[in-house]
């Protein structure tokens, strides 16, 4: 079945550092990807959403590109600052699965002043 | 109120309670979702309604009852929970049920703790 698979945390970075956190997916066809952040105490938001290979989803100043050829949608920030702290979700809706969200178990991570 | 409420944010129970979790979006949904979050796990997706009907179950216990008497509430009936229950349990919402492009928007969740 359709899977997503993100890379582990907890994931410890300093303000204005690079990020990068991956994200990996199986699909039998051909999905939606999406990110979602969680901050402490709160549901999940919607962060950017890729509909079809080489879009590329934006907001907040993070980025993901939707790779066909290497079923990836790694999420990227230039520049984290101490509010990025969350834990973030990978997630795809698979038309042929009924258009369900599945989600990856999630990568937490913590910025540091 | 906006978005998605449910309440409350916080439960404890003891195994042989009956309680019952409440969602509530003001969003001008059709489609509302149970999720259980639980540490270290993936989100696993509980119920799905869709225009008040269920379409989705997965494999969920019997002690977990849903009901959705309206496109704008949702309420998960809990009776005789298990220590292994404890979770997060988020309600989320959608204006289509189950659609390939569907952005789902989530309430903060009802942290409950069985004893």
């Known amino acids: 079945g359709d899977s997503v698979t993100q890379m582990e945390g907890p994931v410890t970075l300093s303000e204005e550092a690079f990020l990068t956190i991956n994200c990996t997916y199986t699909?039998?066809?051909?999905?939606?990807l999406f990110w979602y952040v969680q901050y402490p105490g709160e549901g999940l938001q919607l962060l950017l959403k890729?509909?079809?290979?080489?879009d590329k989803g934006s907001n907040k100043g993070f980025e993901a590109t939707y790779r066909k050829e290497t079923t990836s949608f790694h999420l990227e920030k230039g520049s984290v600052q101490v509010s990025d702290s969350a834990v973030y979700f990978c997630?795809?809706?698979?038309?042929?699965?009924?258009?369900?969200?599945?989600f990856g178990q999630g990568t937490e991570l913590s910025v540091k002043p | 109120e906006t978005g998605v409420t449910q309440t409350p944010r916080h439960l404890v129970m003891g195994m042989t309670n009956k309680k019952s979790l409440k969602c509530e979006q003001h969003?001008?949904?059709?489609?509302m979702y149970w999720y259980k979050q639980s540490a270290k796990k993936p989100l696993e997706l509980m119920f799905v309604?869709?225009?008040?009907?269920?379409?989705e179950n997965n494999s969920v216990p019997s002690r977990f009852s849903p009901e959705c008497p309206n496109s704008s509430h949702l309420f998960l009936h809990l009776h005789t929970l298990q220590p292994e229950d404890s979770a997060l349990y988020l309600c989320?919402?959608?204006?289509?049920?189950?659609?390939?492009?569907?952005?789902?928007?989530f309430g903060p969740g009802t942290r409950l703790t069985v004893l």
């Open positions: 989320a919402s959608s204006q289509e049920g189950l659609a390939a492009i569907n952005e789902q928007f």
């Open positions: 699909a039998t066809g051909y999905p939606s």
């Open positions: 890729a509909t079809k290979a080489d």
């Open positions: 997630a795809l809706s698979d038309p042929n699965q009924g258009g369900k969200l599945i």
């Open positions: 969003l001008g949904h059709n489609a």
């Open positions: 309604y869709s225009l008040e009907e269920r379409v």
